[in-house]
C-alpha cells in the first residue's frame, strides 16, 4: 500500500513538473507579447546598407554589431533604418532604427561596411602639374571604404589629368587630388554659345584661362567685352542669360 502511494506522489510530482515546463515557454510567450524582437533590428540595419552601397563598385561585406538583449522596446510593425546627414554608409559607421507608432522609440547599431575592390594607384613618382598617362599609373585591390571620399576606381578617370601636387609611387589617386584636363585652353578661340529663355545666340571670343569640363571660364569677345560662362568639349563655352 505504502508503494502505492509513492508511486501515485511520484506521478503526480512528474505531471506537475511536465505541466510546468509546458507553462513555463507560454508564460515566456505571453510576457515578449508586445515587445520588439530585438535581433531582428540587425536585419533591418543589414538590408538598410546593403541597399546603400549597391552602387559601390567591388564586393561589398556588412557586419552589423550587437544589440543589447536586456533593452525592451514596444513592437514596431515597420522599423525604419536612418543615418545622420553627412553619415557614410560605409567603411565604420552608426545607423539608427527607429519607430514613430504606436509608440515612437529609436535606437543606434554599430556597423562595418567593407568593400573590396580595384583602385588607382601612382605606378611612379608623380610630379606636379604633368598630365598622366596610363604608364604611370597601376590597379591595386583593397577596401575603399576605409579610404577617403573620391578615391578613383577607373583609370580613365586619372589618364589626362594632372596632379595639384607631386606623388610618390604607390599613392592611391584621388578626384580632389587631380586637376581635370582642359578642355579651353587660355588664348584658345572659342565658340561662345549665349543662352536665355527661347533663344540662343553665338559668337566667337577668346579664352583668357584654361579650364576643364564644367569649370568657369572667362573669354574675351571680339568688342573686348569680357564674360565668364562654363567651358564644354570642343572649344564651347556657355553662358546661361
Known sequence: MKRQIVAVSML?????????QVAKPAAQAQAAAGRQNIPALRGVVEQYLQTQSAGLPGTVSVKVGPVDQRLSLAACPAPEAFQQPG??????????VRCTAPTAWTIYIQAQVSVMAEYVVAAVPLAQGQPLEQ????????????????????????????????????????????????????????????????????????????AGEGQVVQVRTKSGIVVSGTARSGGTVEVVL
Open 12 to 20: 503526480a510530482l512528474m505531471f506537475g513538473s511536465a505541466q510546468a
Open 87 to 96: 553619415a557614410r554608409p560605409w567603411g565604420k559607421t552608426t545607423v539608427g
Open 135 to 210: 604608364g604611370q599609373l597601376a590597379m591595386m585591390k583593397g577596401d575603399i571604404a576605409a579610404m577617403p571620399n573620391g578615391i578613383i576606381t577607373d583609370m580613365g578617370q586619372a589618364i589626362g589629368r594632372t596632379p595639384l601636387v607631386s606623388f610618390p609611387a604607390g599613392t592611391a589617386l584621388r578626384v580632389d587630388t587631380l586637376r581635370s584636363r582642359p578642355v579651353v585652353q587660355q588664348n584658345q578661340a572659342v565658340q561662345l554659345v549665349s543662352r536665355g529663355a527661347g533663344f540662343s545666340v553665338s559668337s566667337e571670343g577668346k579664352a583668357i584661362n584654361n
